[in-house]
């Protein structure tokens, strides 16, 4: 297993393991604060608007990327990329872009998305992202908060909601479409601007620049605008790859490369890219996350790791399963299930030095359902795959531990758009599922008195635009208040234990944070999404809908027309004891008082077209609570 060799051969590499040590500081006997340092060396010199271009200069011949075209993927070296950016840089600057202008930039996860990003830095710009799912009225708060005068779009769709959405502006919106040549037309423009206008305002930029403006996804209320400046993404990035760079080459020996998936307007996706860049990882770009989507990508592309959200590994877990039952072994891969989180527990313990190797048994079963199952999760992953990294929210313990078992070890990270993505992350061969890692290099998280997380250090965003009184609330003496509610272990490992403004309080004075509940009760098919209920009521309940692919499996096994209405399949008394045992499953986490009382199947999905889910997969809980909320009122009728 070639996750269990790395972690052997690590042991003896205490360089990989104790690069980055992390001071403690204990209050009253309990880890209130975790510090990582910065690597020596000196300051960085530049900012990230100088990656290409250093990359070009240094080694122009090397593979950064590869573009998905017809038949393959084709390889981008350096020198290419650096020429696209400059090409697009030019023509920003003769359409008008100055120094410190802002560009709205909306498409999917594609090659000109980085293109065009890098550019608008290299031209003196500010990146402002806009999700391709944006609705015009999304988009207008955006232009007129962010004063944007200049866009780039994928499609014609689109365009057609930009341009609905700048009607009401005082100024038009100078715009270019990506689908329609739009990257031509630029490179066109620019053939009059000389190299060294580029160069000169490229070298003006510097670390307290304002690089971007990432609008938050809004679960809450209106977007807010969060200034995030070229300091900010150079140290997300180097401290990423500082960090764990080494392990998925120097251990593995392979040549590591991704395939990025998650929208490139979301933080995540984005400093991941800037980081892959930097260290001359190779990347490919999928336009979507959607499983039946993604998966066949995965397999063409073969990356040796890849950065997704838990929403993906519970999909790649269930479709195992899914197969399973068609060939009539549901019951097989249940038990390699159970053998896998066993021999995952045991094996990383050991490994780790906190417990026995597993025994010759469950060693024995571990190899039988190698060959019968976890190979054909690997499979379904490209092959090659033998790291991860999740966010977003955490990731069912279990299924760490699966995915462990199966040859994929998953590093855990925690942030927020506001930290420029990680402020915690597993730290290099050393993971403890069910946290979601320490700080990163530079780094330090304290837990304030109510619970509450702290972040500070160099990743931490500079203020929300034109939102002077929100900024107030969240930086405090160099603090950022998260929202988020957690606490450290004994070896500074974050644990998220829900968000501040969710927290239920039932009728009888029970406290209930409703995210440890709904991530388990996800976690399991046939449940698609779930929100958690019970602010002020006698008990806790739930609102649940069902997975489309779970369900049209769910209706195949038991030989039922793929056609049956949802509202049918909300009240089938089977289907309500299968998602029962989700929320049994939920259960297990909590006490008695937190725990789900009852439950309620609703038809349809959270979706971002009914604007239930953020394009980052997150439930609006108020949009949802509003729209169901007589289905709400019934769980205590």
């Known amino acids: 297993m070639g996750v269990r060799k790395d972690l052997k051969q690590a042991k003896r590499r205490s360089d990989l393991l104790d690069r980055f040590p992390v001071e403690l500081v204990r209050e009253d006997g309990v880890v209130r604060e975790a510090r990582t340092a910065l690597p020596g060396g000196p300051p960085p010199v530049g900012t990230p608007a100088d990656i290409p271009f250093r990359n070009a200069a240094e080694d122009p011949g090397a593979v950064v990327m590869r573009r998905k075209q017809t038949g393959g993927w084709r390889p981008v070296t350096a020198a290419e990329f650096a020429g696209d950016v400059q090409a697009a840089a030019k023509g920003l600057i003769a359409g008008g872009v100055e120094p410190g202008g802002r560009v709205v930039l909306m498409a999917r996860t594609r090659y000109e998305w980085a293109v065009l990003d890098f550019a608008i830095w290299a031209a003196g710009g500010q990146t402002v992202p806009v999700y391709a799912t944006s609705s015009a009225e999304q988009i207008a708060w955006i232009l007129q908060d962010s004063g944007a005068r200049h866009a780039v779009t994928e499609s014609a769709e689109h365009t057609a909601t930009l341009h609905a959405a700048a009607t009401a502006l005082p100024e038009p919106v100078r715009g270019w479409e990506i689908a329609s040549g739009g990257l031509s037309e630029l490179a066109a423009m620019g053939q009059k601007v000389s190299d060294e206008e ?109 950065v997704g959200v838990p929403y993906l590994f519970e999909k790649i877990h269930d479709t195992g399963r899914a197969t399973a039952e068609k060939l009539g072994r549901g019951s097989s891969f249940d038990r390699a299930d159970s053998v896998a989180v066993r021999f995952g527990e045991a094996a990383l313990g050991h490994l780790l030095g906190k417990g026995r190797r597993p025994g010759p048994g469950l060693t024995a079963a571990w190899a039988l359902y190698d060959l019968l199952v976890y190979r054909r999760i690997r499979k379904e992953l490209g092959g090659n795959l033998r790291y991860a990294i999740s966010g977003g929210s955490p990731l069912d313990r279990r299924l760490s531990l699966f995915f462990y078992a199966a040859g994929v070890l998953v590093y855990e990270g925690y942030g927020l758009t506001e930290t420029t993505a990680a402020a915690t992350v597993s730290p290099p061969l050393r993971p403890r599922p069910g946290t979601v890692g320490r700080p990163v290099p530079g780094t330090a998280v304290r837990i304030a008195d109510d619970g509450e997380v702290l972040v500070k250090g160099g990743i931490v965003f500079a203020a929300y635009w034109n939102n002077p009184e929100a900024t107030q609330e969240v930086l405090r003496d160099g603090w950022f208040a998260t929202g988020d509610l957690g606490a450290l272990d004994d070896e500074g490992y974050l644990v998220i234990t829900g968000r501040k403004k969710d927290i239920l309080i039932t009728s009888g004075g029970k406290n209930v944070s409703p995210a440890v509940l709904e991530d388990r009760l996800r976690s399991r098919p046939p449940v698609g999404q779930c929100v958690v209920v019970g602010d002020n009521r006698p008990y806790v309940a739930a609102l649940v809908t069902l997975e489309p692919e779970a369900v049209q499996h769910w209706l195949s096994v038991r030989k039922r027309p793929a056609d049956t209405p949802a509202a049918a399949l909300c009240e089938d008394p089977e289907m309500v004891a299968d998602v029962q045992k989700a929320v049994d499953h939920a259960n297990q986490a909590v006490s008695r008082a937190e725990s789900i009382r009852r439950f309620r199947i609703v038809p349809g999905e959270f979706t971002e077209e009914n604007g239930m889910l953020t394009p980052s997969l997150k439930v609006k809980r108020h949009a949802v609570m509003a729209a169901w909320a007589t289905e709400v009122e019934a769980l205590y009728g």
Do not use: W
Not at 228 to 234: P, R, S
Not at 276 to 298: N, W
């Open 198 to 306: 580029v160069t000169k305002r490229r070298s003006a930029l510097a670390p307290d620049t304002v690089a971007t403006l990432c609008y938050t996804s809004g679960t809450t209320g209106r977007p807010k605008g969060c200034v995030l400046t070229h300091g900010n993404l150079h140290a997300e990035a180097s401290g990423t790859v500082e960090l764990l760079h080494p392990v998925f080459t120097e251990v593995t020996g392979q040549t590591a490369s991704t395939l990025l998936f998650l929208p490139l307007a979301h933080i995540l996706g984005r400093t991941i890219q800037i980081a892959c860049l930097m260290a001359r990882i190779e990347i490919g770009h999928c336009p979507s996350i959607k499983p039946d989507e993604l998966r066949p990508e995965l397999r063409r592309f073969k990356p040796t790791f890849v």
